[in-house]
């Protein structure tokens, strides 16, 4: 693989024989006004087509092998437009680690959006995410409302959660990397990841 990053590198510009795809994913925190909920947001532009990322985005039963900090999860009930998940991981804020424990309502809105509500655990999550497809590439807007159960630092939580979200989108691009790679026999770069919050 380090050669293939390298090979890509130096010719890829002139050969034009394999796409070097780049994304930034940049994450907005803020707490909401009154001290509640934690606002996450962020807006991807990925070079999969949409089944590609569709697939990675609602592979529940397999996310504990490639998004951080998931360590299991169970698929309770699942049919054609819902899905509800048993999500059990870990929070890492700065030395801190908080077990969670959160159970997932899914509900797929359209063949385009879904939305996600906890209905059970240690982590209130509120999540709404968009996918809009342009060809070959697809767009994704994911906004979110956690409020966790556990102590969460006044002034640099929101920036605290807003990484940890940003470390698991990492995976998920990382996953569709992966599979598009093995899919197509090439190699692709991601090249940079953001961040943004107040």
């Not at 609602?58 to 998004?67: S, T």
């Not at 996600?116 to 906004?143: C, H, I, M, Q």
Request: aromatic fraction near 10%; charged fraction near 20%.
């Amino acid at each position: 693989m380090r050669g293939c990053f390298a090979f890509l590198a130096l010719f890829a510009t002139l050969a034009g024989s394999a796409p070097v795809w780049a994304e930034t994913i940049a994450i907005e925190a803020e707490r909401e006004s009154g001290g509640g909920a934690v606002k996450v947001q962020t807006r991807l532009a990925l070079p999969f087509d949409f089944a590609e990322v569709w697939d990675v985005l609602n592979d529940y039963e397999h996310m504990p092998r490639f998004v951080p900090d998931i360590h299991r999860a169970s698929l309770i009930q699942a049919d054609k437009n819902h899905k509800v998940v048993k999500l059990d991981g870990v929070t890492t804020l700065l030395f801190l680690h908080f077990p969670i424990e959160v159970v997932v309502d899914v509900r797929y809105l359209s063949d385009r959006r879904i939305s996600l509500k906890s209905v059970s655990g240690n982590l209130d999550v509120r999540a709404d995410v968009r996918l809009d497809s342009d060809g070959n590439s697809t767009r994704v807007t994911y906004v979110a409302y956690l409020q966790p159960s556990f102590w969460l630092p006044p002034v640099i939580g929101p920036y605290l959660i807003g990484q940890q979200i940003r470390r698991q989108f990492e995976g998920q691009v990382a996953e569709m990397h992966r599979r598009y790679d093995a899919k197509h026999g090439s190699c692709t770069v991601v090249a940079k990841f953001g961040y943004s919050g107040s």
